[in-house]
């Protein structure tokens, strides 16, 4: 396998500074999410090179996934909704059934899909399984790497 040039992070406080310095020349290339990028793809003036979910985004469907590359390779940003700790159950419950109903609507749908976000909508059960997941998948790197929240 041929290695590219070495990179350097350059943190952004969003994704928006990212895009404008990309448009702008100031970088080669950058990790942005669907929402953030879908706007510029639309209009050309950026090019996606690979999706980091490990298969292909419903939205871009003629971008490779980079887990078609790198095996294994999956990342993903995703949004929920989170509430204070101790919420009454029937509360959590009342929510999480009338956010889901909203997200499973076809206007919803059609509108995140055209954001470049990919609708899900799940039970609070789930939603605590996937972020135990990406904590135990990140923490070690996270710690290994010394990173620190700014």
């Known amino acids: 396998m041929q290695r590219g040039p070495d990179s350097t992070n350059n943190p ?9 310095d990309l448009l702008g020349g100031q ?49 993903e940003v995703w949004w929920g909704l989170i509430g204070p700790g101790g919420m009454p159950a029937d509360l959590v419950a009342k929510i999480s059934h009338d956010f889901v109903a909203a997200v499973n609507t076809e206007a919803v749908k ?29 923490g070690p790197i996270i710690k290994a790497a010394g990173m620190k929240a700014e």
Request: charged content about 20%; glycine content about 12%; hydrophobic content about 35%.
């Open 110 to 138: 059609e509108r995140l899909g055209k954001l470049g976000a990919i609708p899900i909508g799940s039970t609070p059960e789930t939603f605590v399984a996937k972020i135990r997941a990406d904590y135990d998948k990140w």
């Open 27 to 75: 970088i080669p290339m950058s990790f942005n999410n669907g929402p953030e990028s879908v706007g510029q793809l639309q209009a050309g003036t950026v090019r996606a090179l690979a999706v980091t979910t490990g298969s292909r985004a419903p939205f871009l469907p003629d971008v490779p996934s980079m887990s078609e590359t790198v095996p294994g390779y999956d990342t």
């Open 12 to 20: 952004y406080k969003g994704g928006a500074p990212a895009i404008n």
